[in-house]
């Protein structure tokens, strides 16, 4: 879901997509130690800031750290 060009909301289902894994793995991700907390609900979805994902996902490893966000 996006907003404006600066705010880039997701869920599970749109974190596995852009990680390249299931969504099972995303939700087990999503409720372990460390992943940024969400910012709300969506119905019974946790939504987050896809760039506060990102950052997350370069520290731990699962995105290259290199290279400009598109």
Known sequence: MRLDS???????????????????RANVLATGPGFPKPLGKLGRSSVWRWSTIERWARDTGRLPDAGTPD
Do not use: E, F, H, M
């Open 6 to 24: 600066q705010t880039d909301l997701v869920i599970a289902v749109d974190v596995a997509k852009r990680l390249g894994i299931s969504p099972q």
